[in-house]
């Protein structure tokens, strides 16, 4: 070697120790952590049936994979571990039209062959079938998807809730994830290849139902899982991702609950009508007038819920005019069972055992939740004194139970309640209490791409961003649920863990 081409080598040498010293020096940028706790391939958000089968699949190309949950394994599960577990008749052309255009015909096979495929996995692991329904209903189901993925190479951190996604201020590329520990420590996980999140839908969160849905606020109860606090799409929106199919549409209501009760169990604690009657009970609005067919099947309902009824007439004071909202009943329909939700009614409250409403309804009295008096006069001022609200007008509420009276003698009701639920209201003592809409999960958020692929307001997907499940589902109308989640978990686990690493 001739001296000039020594002294060259001995100068690109140097330049690459300089430029390692100062990299070394300089360590992380400054949005990164110091140093990451841990890695794996594949971090996947909620370990929900949307989570568990994206690390499923992400585990059969052979990727290493970290779930963190953000609850105990107790009560790990969010919306799933609440549900009937109950298993609709579709077919792909369905997914294919729920999906308004959001899907190819092709990718609705895809994710029904693929919802096929979860189950008969999770059949083999030991799930059972009673009819439609899994075993055990939403816990039963659930269960089946621990044990299955304990049989996997998968490392399950509970208690560790995501806060934030690392990533790249400049291009938003993500490359891993914080969490809150149980000791209020961080815990930094790195993604090699990238971050899925499924962490279930935001009913629980007051402040993103509000902001995103109901400008106007209003008292409403929720009786599937508290998880439901839309953590991930709040990460995801916090680095550009956009919304779609955030509509009252993609709300998944579930009957009415009684607010004294839900405020103080924390959860909604449901108003149904004894199983077998009679159901001579009526809901009206604060003016004492009725707006609605009580029985209606508000459940999974798609149709315009009447209590959304809104009245913008006024230029200043617009609003719900059927809101607040009470249930009134007489005597015979509080002897003829519980009217609130008990044992077998699929809800977070009769789960986990919060609160199952007595045979005699006697508790539920004695505890204030409901009313009686034996005058419709005392009945609204001890309505109003439960509630806090200004007192409903006692001859309205008379002439509104005269005339549903009249109705049910006639077999005939105003609003349409069918002839077998009109029962009519009977002599004093009455019963009543301020019940709220209720909510089980939603489905709307994230805007995804065919491969699980999170979108950002200009459709570009956010690089190693996926996500699945309730956080936000490309099929509109709950045609997927528990079932298409899988699927879609499978999906994005699948997308995510072909990346290469970097
Ligand atoms: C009352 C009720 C009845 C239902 N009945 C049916 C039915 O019969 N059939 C059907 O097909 N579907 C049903 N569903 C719908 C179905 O349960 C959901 O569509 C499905 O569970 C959604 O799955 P997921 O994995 O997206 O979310 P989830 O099941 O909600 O799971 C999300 C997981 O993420 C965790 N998580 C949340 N935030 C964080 C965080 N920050 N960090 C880490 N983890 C986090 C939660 O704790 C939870 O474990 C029902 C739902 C409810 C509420």
Redesign the pocket.
């Given at each position: 070697m001739n001296r000039k081409l020594l002294s060259l080598f001995i100068a690109v040498i140097m330049a690459v120790c300089t430029f390692a010293a100062y990299a070394a020096a300089e360590g992380n940028p400054e949005w990164m952590p110091a140093e990451w706790d841990m890695n794996a391939d594949v971090v996947v958000?909620?370990?929900?049936?949307?989570?568990a089968m994206a690390a499923r699949s992400a585990v059969e190309n052979g990727a290493s994979v970290i779930i963190?949950?953000?609850?105990s394994r107790e009560f790990?599960?969010?919306?799933?571990a609440?549900?009937?577990?109950?298993?609709g008749v579709f077919e792909a052309k369905h997914l294919y039209e729920s999906g308004l255009g959001r899907m190819t015909m092709e990718e609705a096979q895809r994710m029904y062959d693929l919802e096929d495929d979860c189950i008969q996995w999770l059949n083999e692991k030991g799930m059972e079938w009673q009819n439609s329904a899994v075993v055990g209903y939403?816990r039963g189901f659930y269960d089946a998807v621990v044990k299955a993925v304990e049989t996997l190479d998968v490392q399950v951190l509970y208690e560790?809730?995501?806060?934030k996604l690392i990533s790249d201020p400049v291009n938003k590329e993500v490359h891993g994830i914080q969490c809150k520990q149980a000791d209020g420590t961080d815990l930094f996980i790195r993604a090699n290849k990238g971050v899925v999140l499924?962490?279930?839908?935001y009913a629980a969160n007051k402040t993103l139902l509000n902001r995103l849905h109901f400008a106007d606020m209003f008292d409403y109860a929720v009786?599937?899982?508290p998880?439901?606090?839309g953590?991930?799409l709040i990460m995801a929106m916090d680095i550009g991702a956009a919304l779609d199919g955030v509509t009252t549409q993609q709300i998944?209501w579930?009957t009415f609950s009684f607010k004294a009760a839900s405020d103080e169990m924390g959860t909604g604690i449901v108003h149904t009508p004894p199983a077998l009657g009679p159901y001579s009970h009526i809901f009206v609005n604060t003016k004492g007038e009725r707006f609605m067919d009580e029985e209606m099947r508000v459940t999974h309902s798609k149709c315009q819920m009447p209590f959304l009824a809104y009245d913008g007439t006024h230029p200043v004071f617009n609003g719900y005019f059927n809101l607040p909202m009470y249930v009134i009943f007489d005597q015979a329909m509080f002897e003829g069972g519980p009217v609130g939700s008990h044992d077998g009614v699929?809800?977070y409250a009769s789960l986990y055992g919060i609160h199952n409403w007595s045979e005699d309804n006697q508790a539920e009295l004695e505890r204030g939740w409901i009313v009686k008096a034996d005058t419709i006069e005392e009945l609204v001022e001890k309505l109003a004194a439960q509630s806090g609200n200004a007192p409903i007008d006692a001859e309205t509420l008379k002439k509104t139970i005269e005339t549903y009276n009249a109705g049910c003698a006639e077999q005939k009701d105003a609003f349409g309640r069918s002839e077998f639920m009109l029962d009519p209201i009977g002599e004093g003592p009455y019963y009543a209490a301020q019940i709220v809409p209720t909510i089980?999960?939603t489905?709307g958020g994230l805007c995804g791409g065919s491969n699980g692929e999170t979108l950002d307001w200009y459709g570009n997907p956010i690089p190693r961003l996926y996500h699945?499940?309730?956080?936000g589902q490309p099929t509109k109308m709950r045609i997927s649920?528990?079932?298409g989640?899988m699927a879609l978990g499978s999906i994005a686990g699948d997308a995510c863990s072909q990346l290469t690493s970097h």
């Open positions: 958000v909620g370990f929900g049936p949307a989570g963190v949950e953000k609850e790990a599960g969010g919306s799933a609440t549900s009937m577990a109950f298993k939403g560790s809730p995501a806060v499924a962490t279930g839908g009786t599937g899982a998880t439901q606090t953590d991930g998944e579930y699929c809800t089980a999960y489905i699945a499940g309730d956080i649920a528990l079932w989640c």
